[in-house]
């Protein structure tokens, strides 16, 4: 069946409302590994409300795993992961001075998983399933935790977050002109984002570029970053795709391109060295 006019025209009314409330903005200056890109976020969800979300969601998480005994289990496994992080956390102003002033969070949590996490800002999780299966240096850990937090200082979550709700409305709109209803509850929240939605390639990009200069400028040899994902890439194929890989693809097209970019920042590595 052709769509009528009316339909057409509708089309392009629905998305022109969809898209109205989002603005584009540059969350992050570009760094030395040029992050350029501008997102668009969606007036109806602030920076403030999700951080708040994310910190509500977080106080949960750590609540559970208290419960269970696996918040912090190894002291001396804690003091590491969290010196690493703060080291990192240190050099977050080169891409947004406001992060400096974030309610940093660093746990390790006991659990099998091998994955790590960052939540809107600056709540970190990492999972001893990472440290035992992986078992990173200092400088592949520096990787990890900067990926990820590399994502909270974009704020990839909330241009996700935006993402759908634009959606949602227009499908709104849809639903309320024409009766139709939609096949799915397109209701976005702050864990569906976190722990189900996997990144988009542009995204686990952006995460490699500053992640590898966070580390670079915190002192960790940025091409552990390699080492890392080559690590990861074996265990996928040798006990199958870990959690932390199901959102974070590993490919050799991905450690060619950190090879280049680990490359790129190795002055700032030398600086942070002397």
């Given at each position: 069946?052709?769509?009528?006019?009316?339909?057409?025209?509708?089309?392009?009314?629905?998305?022109?409302?969809?898209v109205?409330?989002?603005?584009?903005?540059?969350?992050?200056?570009?760094?030395?590994?040029?992050?350029?890109?501008?997102?668009?976020?969606s007036?109806l969800?602030?920076?403030?409300?999700?951080?708040?979300?994310?910190?509500?969601?977080?106080?949960q998480?750590?609540s559970q795993?208290?419960?269970?005994?696996?918040l912090d289990?190894?002291?001396a496994?804690?003091?590491?992961v969290?010196?690493?992080a703060?080291?990192l956390?240190?050099?977050?102003?080169?891409?947004?001075p406001d992060?400096?002033?974030?309610?940093?969070?660093?746990?390790?949590?006991?659990?099998d998983?091998?994955?790590?996490w960052?939540?809107?800002?600056?709540?970190?999780?990492?999972?001893?399933?990472?440290?035992k299966?992986?078992?990173?240096?200092?400088?592949e850990?520096?990787?990890?935790i900067?990926?990820?937090?590399?994502?909270?200082?974009?704020?990839?979550?909330r241009?996700?977050?935006s993402?759908?709700?634009?959606?949602s409305?227009?499908?709104?709109?849809?639903?309320?002109?024409?009766?139709?209803q939609?096949?799915?509850?397109?209701?976005?929240?702050?864990?569906?984002?976190m722990?189900e939605?996997?990144?988009s390639?542009?995204?686990?990009?952006?995460?490699?570029?500053?992640?590898v200069?966070?580390?670079?400028?915190?002192?960790?040899?940025?091409?552990?970053?390699?080492?890392?994902?080559?690590?990861?890439?074996?265990?996928e194929?040798?006990r199958g795709?870990?959690?932390?890989l199901?959102?974070?693809?590993?490919?050799?097209?991905?450690?060619?391109?950190l090879q280049?970019?680990?490359?790129?920042?190795m002055?700032l590595?030398?600086?942070?060295?002397r």
């Amino acid at each position: 069946m052709k769509r009528s006019v009316f339909g057409k025209r509708f089309a392009a009314g629905a998305l022109a409302l969809a898209v109205a409330g989002c603005a584009a903005v540059q969350t992050t200056s570009s760094g030395n590994v040029g992050v350029e890109r501008k997102q668009y976020m969606s007036g109806l969800v602030s920076e403030a409300e999700l951080n708040q979300a994310a910190a509500q969601n977080y106080a949960q998480v750590l609540s559970q795993a208290r419960a269970q005994g696996a918040l912090d289990t190894d002291a001396a496994q804690t003091r590491r992961v969290r010196a690493i992080a703060q080291r990192l956390i240190a050099q977050v102003g080169a891409f947004r001075p406001d992060a400096a002033g974030w309610n940093w969070e660093v746990h390790v949590i006991a659990q099998d998983e091998v994955n790590a996490w960052c939540m809107p800002g600056g709540k970190i999780a990492v999972y001893t399933g990472l440290i035992k299966r992986i078992q990173p240096t200092d400088a592949e850990l520096a990787a990890i935790i900067g990926h990820e937090m590399a994502h909270a200082l974009r704020e990839h979550s909330r241009e996700q977050v935006s993402q759908k709700m634009a959606t949602s409305i227009g499908l709104s709109v849809l639903t309320a002109i024409t009766g139709v209803q939609s096949v799915s509850d397109l209701g976005s929240s702050l864990s569906e984002v976190m722990f189900e939605l996997p990144n988009s390639r542009t995204h686990e990009t952006e995460a490699d570029l500053i992640g590898v200069e966070l580390a670079a400028r915190a002192g960790y040899d940025p091409r552990a970053a390699v080492t890392l994902w080559q690590k990861m890439a074996a265990l996928e194929q040798g006990r199958g795709q870990p959690e932390f890989l199901s959102t974070h693809p590993s490919s050799s097209t991905r450690i060619a391109d950190l090879q280049a970019i680990s490359e790129r920042v190795m002055p700032l590595y030398e600086q942070a060295r002397r």
